[in-house]
Each structure stands twice: as structure tokens, then as C-alpha cells.
């Protein structure tokens, strides 16, 4: 079943031009990567889709009652917005703290309830975002740049729970990312973005594109690292950043 | 001799008890109403919003009496008006500063000229200035009552939307709400307070009761909903001490209640800093 079918949309801020042409669509339970670099067209990509933007030519066509989780890349935090952990998990629609718990347990972040939000780090915040979207049981989870401001262990860690986030609901990943170097492996499609759609593909077809190797070669030299997943260790390891002594 | 004097005395005694009374009830209305509404204008940096709206005011005065228009309403819609170019503008970003500056400038500027050129009624200007609490009349109270009200049932209502879209716009849109529609609410609500504050605290003073209590507030909450308590019980207790201050000492009520608003910042910052 298609979720969201991006037909053949351009959208231009002013003279300039952020997204020509771009085609796609997401199908129910897909996991969609979308790369490009800064500057590429990434966030009004996701801002179009939102509903925030409206493209100039083309159109976005969405399931009916489509229910979207989105996982922001950060939230505005200087705002003097006092908000807690529990509160969050409650916007825009209240939530029973069993459920709240549930949630967390899910993306490893329980026992941060009553931290503020402000308070979080990297890795703890992507974790109580990822609760929140989750909640409502998305048909689709939008995430941008989720890895940003995480190490390598960190994105790694992440990209696992999303995966099996994924596999649990049953929900489709939008994916998006300038981390050129890491891409989700378990990514169905890989698309390559700069203004326009350079190439796409699953992970391995997009490494070996001359397009990608076009658009990327002078800083990751040609290629594209694959995070691997490994599926035969124990998934306790996935719990060794959860603990925080603070 | 003795009966006259009696008579006088008690009528003054009436006088004060009700002038006071109708002095106190009307700070407590607007506390209900900037509380909350100064919760989102911090959370969401519109300082310079409630500045723009409060000038266009003494525009509203203007234009009040050339049409010979009762004074709220006059007020509420040049409020209205402004609220509405402010949040225009300041949704194409921050190179609008500087028209957003101009705008809020000119229309106190231009209210004030307008003014001076109404023939017949002489206008005591500082009133719509700095307030005048203590000439405000029942029917007044009504107004000024019925409008806060009008905007804690706008806040309470939408308090989930609100929150959500002045966290992150993203998130709202992807939930289904439409930030722009809550911008509006909050800019209507805006426009409210101005019009039932003007004979309060006067277009000068309105947005330091936005600002200063919510900002005390900050200090000693942990969730916004008791941000927004905290800010409607500082913002009473700002006014009631103001007027105290007023009446004992004969100050200015409305500067009065501001002082006692900034004297209650000052102690909380103090407080609050040994505290943690």
C-alpha cells in the first residue's frame, strides 16, 4: 500500500530553487534513506511533505488519514519552556502514563519521566522523540537528521532501534540524513539528493552509482559506508549506552 | 452639622471602599489574562509583539474619539490590526525588524499626534499612557472582566495545540495542526488584553505585565501549566501591591503595580539563586 507518493514536485524559495522534479514514493513498512548534502533540499524536502511548504509545481498525494510520527532534529530549547520528560509525551495529545512508560521502554530512554527536557543529551533526547512519535502508532515515521550530534556508537545504537521499531509496528522510515559516510543498511531505498533526485536505489546499487560517486566522492573518496547490523549477537548489547550516571 | 458630617464622611468611606474594590477586581481580571498569555509571549520571544500591539493603542485612542467610538473597541481593532501585520511579518523572518520597529513606533507616534488634533473634549493623554485604574468605572469592570475572561477560555481551550506548535512547528503539522491558526489565537488574544489593559496600565505599560511576572514565574517551574499558575498568582499579587503602594504612598497606581511586578523579579532572582 502506498503511504505518501511524491509526484514530480518543485519548490523554489523566492529566485532560488530548492527541489526540482523530485519523484517517489514510500510504501507501507519500507525504509526510505534520503542523503544529499547540506544545502540540498533535505529539510524542504520533509517540510513539503509536513505540509508546511507548498510546491510550486507537482504534488504530494498521501493516504487517506495518513497518522505521521515525526522525530524533529533537535527542539527549539532556549524558549524558557519548562517541560518535562512526561509532559513532552503528552503533546499534542494527552497520554496515560502507562502508555508514556511503554513508550520509553520501547526507545530505552525509561526513568527520564520528570528531566526536563533542556537537561537531555544527544542520545537521551533522539530517544524521548522517538517515544513521543511512536505513540500514536504511526503509519510512517519521519526523522530528521537523527543521528546528528551522536558518535558512531551513538548512530549505530539508533539506527538498530529504528529498525526494530520498524519491525514491531510495522511502520514505514523516512530517513533523513547528510551523513554521507553511515547509511542505514537495512534501508529498502536509498535516495541520493541534490536539488533534484541524483540517483536511487537499495544501499549497495547507490554505493556503486557514478552519480553518487559524482556527488560524493571528494569527501567520503568513493564510498559509502554501510552500517551493518548484526543480527546474530545478543540485543543486550543495545542497552550499554542506557546507563547514565548523573 | 454633625449629621452633614457624618453623611460626607461615609460617602467618602463608600467612595474609597468602591473605587479600591472596582481597582482591585479589575488587576485580578488582568492577571487571569496575562498570566497565561505572558507564558506564550516568553516562550515564544514575541516581546517585541506585545510592544507593537500595546503602542497601536494610543492609536486606537485616537481614532476612538474622532469617530466617537467607545474606547475598547476603537482599541481592539487597531490592536487587531497590528497584532495581525506584526505576526505577517514576522513570519518572513528577522530581516523584518527593522519594519516591525517602524511600524510599532509609528502607529504610539501617530496615535499621539491624531490626539492632539481632536477638538472639544480635552484628553488627559497620560491616562491612556500609564492607566488610570482608580477611574475605572463599573461598566469598565464588565468589559475588562469579559474580555480576560474571553481570553482564558481561548488559552484553556487550545492550551494542547498551543503548546504543541510553540514546542516545535514540525511536530504541530505533523499532528495535524496548523501553527499559523494557533499564531492566530494568540494574536487575537493579544489584541484582547490590550483593549481591556489600556485604562489599567495604559500602552506604555502592558507588556511589562506580559513579561515581568512570567519571567519570575520561570524560575519556580518545572511544567508549563505551573508556569502559568504561578505567573497569574505573581501578576495579583504585582497588582494588588501596586495599588497598596499607590494608595499609601500616593504614587501612580499603574508604574506602581510595575515596580511591585520588578521588586517581586528581583526577590525571585535573588531567591532563586540561592536555592539552587
Known sequence: ?246 | MTTVTTIVTMTITTMIDDFLLRAGLAVVALALATGPLGCFVLWRRMAYFGDATAHAAILGVAISFGFNLSIELGVLAVALAMALSVSALSNRGHSMDGALGALSHSALALGLVGISFIQGVRIDVEAYLFGDILAISQSDLWTIWAGALIVVALIFWRWQKLLTSTLNQEIARASGINPAREQLILTIALAIVVAVAIKILGALLISAMLLIPTATARVFSNTPERMVLLSVLLSMAAGIGGLWLSFTADTPAGPSIVVAAAALFLLSTLFGRNAR
Open chain 1, 1 to 246: 500500500m502506498r503511504l505518501i507518493a511524491v509526484n514530480d514536485i518543485s519548490v523554489r524559495h523566492g529566485d532560488f530553487s530548492a527541489l526540482e522534479n523530485v519523484t517517489f514514493a514510500i510504501e507501507k513498512g519500507e525504509i526510505v534513506t534520503v542523503v544529499g548534502p547540506n544545502g540540498s533540499g533535505k529539510s524542504t524536502l520533509i517540510r513539503t511533505i509536513l505540509g508546511i511548504l507548498t510546491p510550486n509545481t507537482g504534488k504530494i498525494e498521501t493516504k487517506p488519514d495518513l497518522t505521521i510520527g515525526y522525530v524533529p532534529q533537535k527542539l527549539a530549547q532556549e524558549t524558557g519552556l519548562p517541560l518535562t520528560v512526561r509532559g513532552f509525551l503528552s503533546l499534542p495529545n494527552r497520554v496515560s502514563n502507562q502508555k508514556a512508560k511503554a513508550a520509553l521502554l520501547e526507545t530505552g530512554a525509561v526513568g527520564l519521566e520528570q528531566r526536563q527536557i533542556s537537561q537531555l543529551s544527544g542520545g537521551q533526547m533522539q530517544r524521548v522523540l522517538l517515544a513521543r512519535a511512536i505513540l500514536n502508532e504511526p503509519d510512517i515515521l519521519i526523522l530528521d537528521e537523527p543521528t546528528q550530534g551522536l558518535d558512531q556508537h551513538g548512530a549505530a545504537d539508533f539506527y538498530a532501534l529504528i529498525e526494530r521499531v520498524r519491525d514491531q509496528y510495522g511502520c514505514a522510515v523516512l530517513l533523513v540524513s547528510h551523513d554521507l559516510h553511515v547509511v542505514m543498511s537495512a534501508s529498502d531505498r536509498v535516495i541520493c539528493l541534490n536539488g533534484h533526485i541524483c540517483c536511487q536505489g537499495t544501499p549497495t546499487v547507490v554505493r556503486d552509482a557514478p552519480e553518487y560517486q559524482a556527488l560524493f566522492g571528494q569527501g567520503t573518496h568513493g564510498t559509502l559506508a554501510l552500517y551493518q547490523h548484526e543480527h546474530d549477537h545478543s540485543h543486550d548489547d543495545c542497552d550499554h549506552d542506557h546507563h547514565h550516571h548523573d
